[in-house]
């Protein structure tokens, strides 16, 4: 369970909703039914443990059969609050068969594994879930709102992809720029860039002092040297893409992009940046919508 980022690009805003709405995980079985797939796995693997196996229980001076666990055999220490479960060495222990004690499989399923109903649909026990699941919730939150950098100066979230500055495009830049950690920037980005720089180096330093989660080794041979990181952390590189023809591309980390069809499940191994792969190669009238998924 966590957060991610995912960029949404899109013609228009309001296709957001339902670009995400195939990847619904079926929490609280709120994912619309187009996208379920009832999973029938459950009663398989249950029935064969009906079948084969059998539960534990002590036998009592009487004959009666009872739980290990029962009540009868909890003890609590002297010496503190904690209580555990002693069964008398005398009393013999006994395996009865599932099949044994319940007069049938749905008794079974109710009473031992703790389920209360079979689907009404499908007669079968099991669930639902959307076998192309990514996320349970999402939100365009205000920890996101200045994510984007515009060739105007500002920043926001989303923007139309003509307006937003990538890090990629500072050697293409023709205009007035300012030297800032040997990178020429645009003179009207400067100020947020020092901002940003800034905090990159901060972090750059501290992961390489050995306050990083990661050993410095590891942010040495990912990003090479302080120029490498700096020019990785200005770069816009979410943990996933949805495209504008639906389709969801994940990223691996030291591997690349691939790209996920729900409709024939091919990958597609990607070697190269996001910046390349989905910004150059889309209609600049689109948007692009920086997302905070949960999963």
Not at 96 to 117: A, N, T
Not at 138 to 154: A, C, I, M, P, Y
Request: aromatic share 14%; hydrophobic share 35%.
């Amino acid at each position: 369970m966590g957060h991610f980022t995912l960029g949404v690009i899109t013609e228009v805003l309001e296709n957001v909703g339902e670009l995400l709405a195939p990847y619904q995980a079926n929490g609280k079985g709120s994912c619309p039914k187009k996208y379920l797939q009832f999973n029938a796995i459950v009663e398989e693997a249950y029935r064969q443990r009906y079948e084969t196996e059998s539960e534990e229980f002590v036998q009592m001076e009487d004959g009666r059969l009872v739980s290990p666990y029962d009540n009868i055999f909890q003890t609590v220490k002297a010496d503190s609050l904690a209580s555990k479960y002693e069964v008398p060495a005398h009393l013999k222990r006994v395996q009865v068969p599932h099949k044994e004690k319940y007069v049938s499989f749905d008794e079974y399923m109710i009473q031992y594994e703790g389920y209360r109903l079979k689907d009404e649909e499908t007669g079968k026990w099991g669930y639902w879930e959307n076998p192309n699941a990514k996320w349970d919730g999402w939100t365009v939150s205000d920890r996101r709102s200045n994510l984007l950098l515009l060739k105007s100066g500002e920043q926001a979230n989303p923007a139309k992809i003509k307006d937003i500055f990538f890090a990629e495009q500072l050697e293409e830049y023709e205009g007035l720029t300012v030297e800032i950690e040997g990178m020429h920037v645009p003179a009207v980005l400067a100020p947020n860039f020092q901002i940003m720089l800034q905090k990159s180096f901060h972090n750059w330093e501290e992961n390489i002092s050995g306050k990083g989660y990661y050993k410095p080794e590891y942010y040495l041979k990912r990003y090479g040297d302080k120029p490498g990181y700096l020019r990785e952390m200005l770069n816009i590189s979410p943990s996933a893409v949805i495209t504008p023809d639906g389709v969801w591309h994940s990223k691996q980390q030291e591997i690349g992009w691939y790209a996920e069809n729900p409709k024939d499940n091919k990958l597609k191994i990607f070697h190269d940046s996001f910046y390349n792969i989905f910004i150059k190669t889309v209609n600049p009238e689109h948007y692009l919508v920086v997302v905070d998924c949960h999963i």
